[in-house]
């Protein structure tokens, strides 16, 4: 009967997934009557397979209750996240909100960023706003732009802070970013976070924004924010310092550009950001310590049993971990799937590896529907799928002393790890970014326990303890050096072009033909598998035709021209920021694009003229590919 419960139960977990995934794929919500249509079968079903109680018939019906029941809730979740939008009718029209500053306030050169919780509204003149008031959203992303350095226009005194309350003149706009093939879709992150509108604080003219009161709310954000600004203090404005940073309170923008690049390249950017790794890790780590520690008084041993005591101290470790880094869509599906996996563990049944991680799957889609259109969902549960099937590395020698058989035990296990990790994830990698680095696998074996054993410690420690982030210091300089010279390499870093799905369900077969536990011919067979995604057949115009492809670089131009044996770029759209800050359209949207596509050169790059929203890209495309003739009327 176990037996037959759990097969049941993974069927509809199947259905779950499924289920939530076909609504994924839908252009426009279904509404409230299908909503409640789907229901009700869903329910009907549910009393058929009561009645019948086994059979193949009950689990058919078990899924398709179960995906019925997935596909209304996650509509009904969209249409309501939907309705939280910004009304198209106010975008533009002078507003003065008044809110509460939520989150962590990013800082940049050409201003600040932050999301406001609103509280209340109205227009400029009075009076035009009251029928539509209730179409503000809940929650905001503004940018506060300065005339000048940000930090001459807010002294850290000065600064929007966790937890304030602002009356603020703002332009709202619906929330929207950039829409390109095989690019990042930020409307879908914003769509994430609840973010309902984007808008500029009007503070040039007439009365500016006021700051009205600290709430006392938003506290665990005002605290990072505190220690983010104590990092700042303590180290200045440096690359390291941005690093401890991210590690310590989340500040991924504290992170260069350029060092982003470095850490792409050479496959360690998981490791740098706060992802589910180091959430695990340090649970796991934590859960090491007050296992330990508990051992130590017998009496305690027969309150509660040690490792039930390390599994939720070390989750309670991970759940603090995560508030501290800002309680990110990574890391809340983190904590999640081990919240689940600790439950599903504390009881007295041993369930199958393979089923835990199912139902870790099931509550993130339920908990988050749309981590399903993320990259870093398939990524996670492919990893530790990977390495199931990888099995363990052989023991070590019995005749070896004890000390140096453990030290070559864990080596091993290690290494093993790894290249499963990494040869596995390749497909994934490509699939979902184009771009799979050479040299990740000794990079990882350098950066893994200098970052996760060293600098993620003395990050979190100096918080405590200040003078320890200067010992971090020459570590992460150190660090810095061997990865910077590591992405220098020639082919560091491969970018391949999309392929159609048929060669990446063959890629990824390939992929896990290699690492099975199985002899060396058998594996090497999937290596021609790996090849229709490695050099695949691009798609081209016909002879006598040619393909028109408008990027979406925001304001300006910048639009590619193929014919079956040429391609021009003509203008390159915009730079981002006063001063290309932000980066420009060239590196962030065009040179990926275009590497998707499978051009590797271009023939001709037209110019047209000066303005930055025509030329602001030109240089990061003429960096990244060879240019056969470059028009312009620029020197």
């Known amino acids: 009967m176990g037996l037959f419960v759990g097969r049941i139960g993974v069927w509809a977990a199947l259905g779950w997934l499924v289920g939530t995934a076909l609504q994924l794929q839908q252009a426009a919500v279904a509404g409230p009557l299908t909503q409640m249509t789907a229901t009700g079968c869903a329910a009907l079903l549910l009393v058929g397979a009561g009645w019948r109680r086994r059979g193949p018939a009950v689990t058919l019906a078990l899924m398709f209750a179960a995906a019925l029941l997935a596909w209304a809730l996650t509509d009904a979740r969209a249409q309501q996240r939907l309705a939280d939008r910004l009304d198209p009718a106010l975008e533009m029209q002078s507003l003065w909100i008044t809110g509460v500053v939520a989150g962590l306030p990013v800082v940049r050169p050409e201003g600040v960023r932050f999301e406001l919780r609103v509280e209340s509204a109205e227009s400029t003149p009075p009076g035009r706003f009251s029928e539509r008031s209730g179409r503000i959203p809940e929650r905001l992303s503004l940018s506060w732009s300065a005339a000048g350095d940000a930090a001459t226009l807010f002294p850290m005194s000065a600064m929007p802070r966790a937890g304030q309350r602002w009356r603020l003149p703002v332009r709202l706009r619906v929330p929207d970013g950039l829409v390109n093939p095989h690019g990042f879709d930020a409307a879908l992150a914003l769509f994430e976070r609840g973010v309902g509108a984007l808008g ?10 006021v700051m009205l009161a600290e709430t006392g709310t938003e506290r665990i954000d005002r605290w990072r924010q505190d220690l983010r600004d104590r990092v700042r203090r303590t180290l200045g404005d440096t690359p390291a310092a941005g690093l401890l940073a991210a590690l310590s309170v989340g500040d991924q923008a504290a992170i260069d550009r350029e060092d982003w690049a470095v850490f792409r390249a050479t496959g360690v950017a998981h490791l740098v950001a706060i992802s589910g790794l180091h ?51 990574p890391a809340q599906r983190t904590v999640l799937m081990m919240a689940i996996l600790a439950l599903l563990n504390s009881g007295a049944r ?64 290690l290494w093993h790890t790894q290249w499963v990790v990494t040869l596995g994830l390749a497909p994934w990698t490509l699939l979902f970014f184009q771009q799979v680095s050479l ?24 918080l405590l303890v200040p003078p320890l982030w200067g010992v971090a210091l020459p570590v992460i300089e150190a660090l810095m050096d061997v990865l910077q010279a590591m992405a220098a390499w020639p082919w560091a870093s491969v970018h391949l072009p999309a392929v159609p799905l048929w060669a990446q369900g063959l890629g990824i077969a390939g992929a896990v033909l290699m690492i099975l ?70 590196e962030r949207v065009l040179v990926p694009l275009l590497r998707a596509l499978g051009v590797r050169a271009l023939d001709q790059m037209v110019i047209t003229h000066r303005d930055t929203d025509h030329s602001g890209g030109a240089a990061a495309v003429l960096q990244a590919l060879p240019v056969g003739l470059v028009q312009s009327s620029l020197e």
Request: some cysteine; glycine content about 12%; hydrophobic content about 55%.
């Open 200 to 209: 500029t604080v009007q503070a040039g003219t007439g009365s500016g924004p």
């Open 279 to 329: 959430v695990t890790l340090l649970g796991w780590l934590a859960g090491v310590v007050i296992g330990g520690l508990w051992r130590w008084r017998a009496a305690w041993l027969l309150v509660c049993p040690a490792p039930v005591v390390a599994r939720w101290g070390g989750l309670a470790a991970a759940v603090g971990y995560a508030l501290l880094a800002g309680w990110g869509v």
């Open 350 to 413: 041993r369930w199958p590896r393979g089923r835990l991680l199912l139902a870790a799957a099931v509550g993130v889609a339920a908990w988050d529907p749309w981590a399903l259109l993320q990259p870093g969902f398939w990524l996670s549960f492919v990893a530790v799928g990977l390495l199931m099937l990888g099995g363990s590395p052989a023991a070590p020698d019995a005749a070896a002393p004890a000390r140096s058989g453990w030290i070559v035990a864990q080596a091993r296990a």
């Open 439 to 462: 040299v990740s696998l000794l990079a990882n074996a350098v950066a893994i326990p200098v970052v996760t054993l060293l600098v993620t410690p003395l990050a979190l420690l100096g």
């Open 517 to 586: 536990p199985l002899p060396v011919s058998v594996r090497l067979a999937g290596a021609p598998l790996l090849l229709p995604m490695l050099w695949p057949a691009l798609p081209l115009p016909s002879e006598g035709e040619f393909e028109l492809l408008a990027a979406d670089i925001g304001q300006g131009n910048a639009v590619l021209v193929r014919t079956a044996r040429h391609s021009l770029l003509y203008d390159s759209g915009a730079a981002y920021g006063r001063h290309a800050e932000a980066g420009n359209a060239g």
